[in-house]
Structures are given as C-alpha cells and as structure tokens.
C-alpha cells in the first residue's frame, strides 16, 4: 500500500556528550493517521520531536518532514504542544493567540478570526478577552491546544495532549484530534496514556534508551503479542476440551476463564469443540491480546517478545 | 530584518509599551524629578535672590528680615541693606519686633566689637539659615563705606577676587584643546555626567525587561512553542532591537523633559538650577561618539543580559547573575573625579578601553581632555568586537539553555553551551 508520508525519519542518533539519547532511530509517519511515540522517561522521544522540529540537529542520519527537508516555511506548517508548556500569564488569550499566529505566518485579521472561531468551538468565547492568569489548568490547555491547530497545520505534534484535562474536556480534544486526522492531517502523539493510544492511534513506535524497541500499527503488535491463548466467558468445564492446556479463572464474577491452548491447537478448533460440546454455553470467546500498558512494561523491563 | 524578527520587534513593542512600570520610568520618574526640582526652587523661593550685586561675594539667601542693635554706635546705616535690616535703639525693641514677627532674627553688635569682632545672634528657634554670618558681617562692611575712599576698594572687599581655572595637562598646546573657545568644562562635565546617569539607568532598565521577557518565556516553557515557530536568533534579535528603541525613546524622553519641562511649564527660572548645562554648546565631536558608544554599550547589555535571562531559572536569579556585569560597568563612576583630575593616567586609560567600562570611560575623558584618536579607535574596536562575540555567544547559549528549563546552570556546563 502507497502511503502519503508527512515525515521520514532516517538512521538519526544524537548525543549529549557521552550520552547516546537516540541511536539510529528509522520511522515514517503517514498523513492522515495518529502516530504514536511511546516509551519510558528519558528514552529519547523529546529529542527525537525536537529534531524533527528543527529544534535540535541530530549528529547522523536525515529527517524529511512534509517532502523534504525542513526549512522556515515548513515550520509553519506544523503545530506543536509541547509537554512542558507555557503560556504569557499577564496577556489576554486573543492578543497572545494572534502573536503565536503570526509567528507561524498569518496575518493579523486571520489569526484573530481562526483563534475567536477555535475559541468558541473549545467553548471559551467567554476567555478570549481574559487574561490567561485567570483561566483554570484546564482552560489554559484547551488554549494550548487551540494554539497548535490555530494556523491549519497538515502535521501536528503533541505532548501528552491530555495531561491535566478532566473527561469531558478529554473528550473535546479528542473530537478535535480525529477531526484534524479525518481532514488528512498527521499526528504525532506521545503519551503515557495507554488507554488513549489504543482507543485514537493508528500506528506506534516505541523507543527505549533512544533505539527503537516496537513500531507497526497498534492492533498488528497487539496480535504480536498476544499468548496462544483465548478468552472466553461462559457455562462449561473448559478444562475437558480438546487443546486446552491450563485452564485460569478469573475472580471477576462474570465466569470469565482463560484459556492456555496446546501447540497443536488454533482458536478455531476450540470453538468448534465448544459448540460440538453438550452443557457448554458462551457469551464471549476472544483472543487473549495483552493491553499497550502490558506490552509497554514486558518492553521496557526488558522481556522483548520473540 | 525577516518576517519573524519584525513580528517579534512590534509585538514586544506593544507589549512593553503598555507596561506599567515603563510607562511609569520612562514618563512618570521626569515629571516627578521636574516636580522636586521645582519644589526645591519654590522653598528656596524669593529669598533664593540675592538682592546684591551678582559679583558680591556674600550670598544672602535665607533671610529677609532682620534687626539689629548697634552697642559700638559705630553702625547707624545700614545702607544697600536697609532693605534687610532696621536697626533698633536697643535689645528690648529687638526682642518685641522678634516676638511680633516682625522680623526674623537680630544681631547684637556688642560694645568691645571693634576690638573683639563679637556679635550675638538672637532667634526664636533654630535655623541652619539664620546661623550664616554672611549678613551681618556684610552689614558691618556696609558701615565701613564710609570709611573707604575708593569704590574700586570697596568693590574689591565685597568681591576680592575673580578667578579662572586653567588645567595643567602635559603635552604643549593641550590645555586649550580641553576647553575651546565659548565652552564651559564645567558644563561639558555636567553634560557628561547626566549622559552616564541616563545611560546606566537606560541600559539596565530596558535590559532588564529584555532579561525578564526571556526568564518568563523560560520559566513559563513557551520558549519551545516560540522556537518551533522561528530562529532562536530571530526572537533574540527582535527582543533586542524593540527593548532598545525602547531605551533610546527613553533616554530621548529623560535628556528632552530636562531641557524642555521647565520651558513649557512656564518655570524656565528651573533651568538656571542645572547651572551652565542648558547654556552649554556641547562638542560636536562628542555627540556622535555618545551615540556610537551608546549603541555598543547597548547590544554588548543586551548580549549580556540575554544571557543571563537564558541561564536563569527564575525572576530572582536573573539580577543576582546581572550583578557580575553590571557593578564593572559603573564603576567608571566611582572613579569620576580621579578621571577628571588625571584623565591620562593608566587606570582612566584602562577603563576607557576595557570594553565594559569603556562607554563611560571614554566619554568621561572625552568631556575633560584631548584622547587620542588610537585610543578612541581601539576604545570602539575593542567594544565592537566584544559585542559580536557576546552576540554569538548569547545566541548560542539561548538556544541550547533555553530548552534547559529548570536545570540550574553549572560553570562546568559553559564549553557545553559554547559549542551549542
């Protein structure tokens, strides 16, 4: 399959003195797509932003962001939301949004049109005129936010995008962020939110002391790292099935059941076995895939998959 | 300048022109010097004339009325002081006209004074001014005019001696190359000395918005959105040349309300209180030199304090850091009057040149003495060259310390930030 590449990273490494904080790290991130970039503290996904934002060189290798390589005008074609970021505390949203929207090359009557247009979409009309010491944390994210897509980028990177947000301003941006990719915007996305990466992400690369650890789309390494095992929710003896190796029950309260399978069996001839099976019944049957949260910890502590 | 550098130049303009305590320095601090300078001339009021001849050497501020009781017989007139003094018959009328406030203070001219010079001075409560010997004693030399045949000698009493200063410098022909004709060193100093004054508060005021623009994009981390947008240099450079448009509208607006507040708000009598100042023609050399060394001393502050501003983590380090440089930059102050006194000995020489101090020292000795013109050119050079590599140095140090934030800044760090 073809894909529209929005960046091409390419055998990039950097170092800090004697410290390697990325090492030969190859990726590409697709438009229309969110791209995760996931991986512990201090494992090189800041550095590997702020090269591709041009913010920092890195020692070998190249990086194409939108075609080729990033200069001034490509800067203002992509939004970036910092982890650590910040906002003037004595000036008013409007006046602030407007300055950050000419950096990136609007003029004056648009970034003020787009920033009041955004504003009222986030549901802070009302803030546009405050100063932004008076908003709350979570308004003052919900600005940030309005900040990186406020001059219509087609790439966007952001920083735990959600951090500091209750759930229904999670959902507000999420809206905004399946919005941005539906119209063929790419995101790039790094968080510690597991859950956020399965629900939103397409794909993910997960780095480790600056190397590449996992990269591929979320469900295919999902699949990669799912045992030979199955769950299954329901009435029956399962230990008495042809393929089922161990049986473990969980303490749930649903008759919730995982089942380890024998090396000659697949899912499919269990669940034959279970529907040829007299005083059986299920309400669920389902592969035992880990979560991102498992295979992020099976990762970092080292237990890479085979 | 590019487009991003000029939208950071007007934002920043906007920004700071709208700040209070800009607003306040640049506007507010000479209305309210004007306003002291005033208060002390009207205190001073009327009695601040001297009634006299201006070439009389006693000067007869501070009392406007007074009495006097003569016991020698000797004073009866007090001639061009009748105006001051009533003389009174005895010590009791003196005392009355005291008490009813008819006058100030009196003086008791005792029977011996002829032989012991003693007068007693009586006054309701203590004051610096009446305690000031000039009046009697210029009453007593009024009593003597008679006694004087010649007027020239009289005149030479009340004015003994007019004098010029002329300094001794080395080298022939030097000594009237330091004050050409119709200049006043006396002004030219004074000239020089607010020039300093308003040069140190310019720099250090504007650039110490610049250093806080910086910390607060620092400490508030929106220096990454910034630097993901434009060239760290390009948000220096537009920071710099808005904060200093700033100082110089400031300094404009300081050096025009000393020459014209007092003009326009009708009390030009303030005007004769900064004394040859206003009556000065100042060098025409000079003037671009002080622009010349404003500017460098301006960008070399500017370097400087950004770098300051980007090894800061918080409000409170910036001027703890600034005191490094900023304390070296005044101290051709402290060593003004050795400057004026020995404008060529080594150590006014050195601080003419040393690029931090060179911005007053130069011009210090430009104001009192011919410097030669290889001493100016390496002066310039020197600061020249300190600006570009405190401008690259500020550039480099901004864009890696600024991504720093929050880690304190190490010595053992600087090789790191020098090589960016």
Same mark, same amino acid.
């Given at each position: 399959m073809q894909h529209n590449v929005a960046v091409s990273v390419d055998r990039i490494s950097k170092s800090y003195g004697s410290f390697r904080a990325v090492d030969n790290l190859s990726f590409e991130i697709y438009k229309g797509e969110i791209f995760a970039m996931l991986g512990p503290n201090g494992s090189g996904k800041t550095t590997t932003i702020r090269m591709i934002l041009d913010i920092l060189r890195p020692d070998t290798g190249r990086i194409d962001v939108l075609g080729g390589p990033i200069n001034e005008e490509k800067k203002n074609r992509i939004g970036y939301l910092p982890e650590e970021r910040g906002m003037y505390r004595n000036v008013q949203v409007i006046e602030m949004m407007v300055y950050l929207g000419q950096l990136k090359g609007m003029s004056t009557h648009d970034a003020r049109q787009r920033s009041l247009e955004l504003l009222k979409r986030l549901e @802070? +009309? +009302? #803030? #546009?005129?405050?100063?932004?010491?008076? @908003?709350?944390k979570g308004m003052q994210q919900k600005v940030q936010f309005a900040i990186t897509v406020l001059h219509r980028p087609e790439l966007i990177i952001v920083d735990e995008?959600?951090? !500091? @947000?209750d759930p229904v301003n999670t959902l507000v941006i999420k809206e905004l962020l399946l919005d941005f990719r539906r119209n063929g915007g790419a995101i790039v996305m790094s968080t510690h939110q597991m859950q956020q990466v399965e629900e939103l992400a397409d794909r993910l690369l997960m780095i480790s002391r600056g190397q590449q650890k996992l990269y591929g789309p979320v469900d295919q390494i999902r699949r990669e790292f799912a045992q030979h095992a199955i769950i299954v929710e329901g009435e !029956?003896?399962? +230990?008495? @099935?042809? !393929?089922?190796a161990q049986v473990d029950m969980h303490e749930n309260g649903k008759k919730e059941a995982v089942l380890y399978l024998s090396p000659d069996a697949t899912p499919d001839s269990v669940l034959a076995a279970i529907a040829t099976t007299k005083g059986m019944s299920i309400q669920r049957f389902e592969l035992a895939v880990p979560s991102l949260n498992d295979i992020f910890i099976q990762v970092v502590e080292g237990h890479d998959h085979a | 300048m590019s487009g991003s550098m000029l939208r950071v130049f007007a934002y920043e303009l906007r920004r700071n022109l709208r700040r209070k305590a800009y607003l306040f320095t640049t506007f507010g601090v000479p209305v309210l010097g004007f306003l002291l300078v005033m208060g002390m001339a009207f205190l001073g009021g009327?009695?601040?004339?001297?009634?006299?001849?201006?070439?009389?050497?006693?000067?007869?501020?501070?009392?406007?009325d007074a009495g006097y009781v003569d016991l020698t017989g000797e004073f009866d007139d007090p001639g061009e002081l009748a105006n001051i003094f009533t003389r009174y018959p005895d010590e009791d009328a003196a005392s009355a006209a005291l008490e009813a406030e008819e006058i100030q203070v009196y003086y008791v001219i005792e029977a011996d004074y002829l032989e012991t010079g003693k007068v007693r001075v009586v006054m309701p409560r203590f004051n610096i001014s009446y305690l000031s010997s000039n009046h009697i004693r210029r009453m007593l030399l009024e009593g003597l005019r008679e006694e004087i045949d010649s007027p020239e000698l009289f005149q030479r009493l009340l004015n003994p001696a007019t004098y010029n200063e002329i300094r001794l410098l080395p080298g022939a022909g030097e000594d009237t190359a330091d004050a050409p004709a119709g200049q006043n060193p006396d002004a030219q100093f004074m000239f020089v000395y607010i020039f300093a004054i308003i040069l140190l508060m310019s720099l250090f005021v504007t650039n110490g918005y610049l250093m806080q623009s910086v910390i607060e994009e620092k400490e508030t981390r929106l220096i990454e959105i910034l630097i993901s947008s434009l060239r760290p240099f390009e948000l220096l450079a537009g920071k710099i040349l808005a904060l200093g448009l700033l100082g110089l509208l400031q300094m404009t607006v300081w050096l025009g309300s000393i020459l014209l507040l007092p003009r326009l708000t009708g009390f030009g009598g303030v005007l004769s209180m900064l004394g040859p100042l206003v009556d000065t023609v100042v060098p025409p050399g000079l003037v671009p030199l002080m622009v010349v060394y404003f500017i460098l001393a301006y960008l070399l502050f500017a370097g400087l304090y950004s770098i300051v501003g980007a090894l800061s983590n918080s409000m409170r380090e910036g001027p703890q850091y600034a005191a490094v440089f900023t304390l070296p930059a005044v101290v051709p102050m402290w060593f003004m009057q050795l400057i004026i006194a020995t404008p060529n000995d080594p150590l006014p020489v050195f601080l003419s040149l040393f690029p931090i101090t060179a911005p007053l020292g130069m011009i210090e000795r430009l104001a009192v003495t011919t410097v030669p013109a290889w001493q100016i050119a390496l002066s310039v050079g020197l600061l020249a060259l300190t600006v570009v590599g405190v401008m690259w140095l500020a550039g480099r140090v901004f864009r890696v310390q600024t991504l720093l934030a929050g880690q304190a800044f190490k010595l053992k760090d600087l090789p790191k930030l020098v090589r960016g």
């Open positions: @802070l +009309d +009302d #803030a #546009a005129h405050k100063k932004v010491s008076e @908003l709350s995008p959600f951090s !500091g @947000l !029956g003896r399962w +230990d008495t @099935l042809p !393929g089922v | 009327s009695a601040a004339s001297n009634p006299l001849d201006s070439t009389d050497m006693f000067d007869l501020r501070g009392v406007t």
